[in-house]
């Protein structure tokens, strides 16, 4: 089974599902930002909530492939030791339809001046899909 993994930035794959992905088989992980900081609306963090949360306790060989991971990270080190190595956890997406905007008018990254746009996230939510097809 191929898997999509869908962060919004480099390394959150990591923090978030960083010993698993080294137990799957055909993974392909999407960045969607360069890791530039921005701001979480309020909305956002209400849908995380709200979120079905699934918790997977690592045993002590992920705790350490993830400890190890997390050391290659230097530049990160104090963010990272903010979260926990011993799970990681999940939430199901909603599904949404990636080939149309969510909403008129310009979006949240776009206002901020991020190097992508919603036309290039489009594209490159068409082309991972192509990948896991």
Not at 20 to 42: I, K, Q, R
Not at 47 to 66: V, Y
Request: some cysteine; charged content about 25%; glycine content about 6%.
């Amino acid at each position: 089974m191929s898997v999509l993994v869908v962060v919004a930035h480099p390394d959150d794959e990591t923090i978030g599902a960083g010993a698993m992905l080294a137990s799957l088989d055909d993974v392909h992980v999407v960045h969607l930002t360069d890791g530039a900081p921005g701001d979480h609306t309020e909305v956002r963090a209400a849908e995380a909530r709200q979120a079905l949360l699934f918790i997977i306790n690592l045993d002590d060989e992920q705790c350490d492939r993830k400890r190890r991971m997390f050391e290659c990270l230097e530049t990160k080190r104090d963010v990272l030791a903010q979260f926990p190595i011993e799970m990681e956890r999940f939430r199901v997406a909603p599904c949404y339809d990636f080939s149309r905007p969510p909403h008129a008018g310009p979006l949240w990254y776009e206002i901020l001046g991020f190097s992508m746009d919603g036309e290039m996230w489009r594209r490159v939510a068409a082309e991972s899909f192509a990948c896991v097809a």
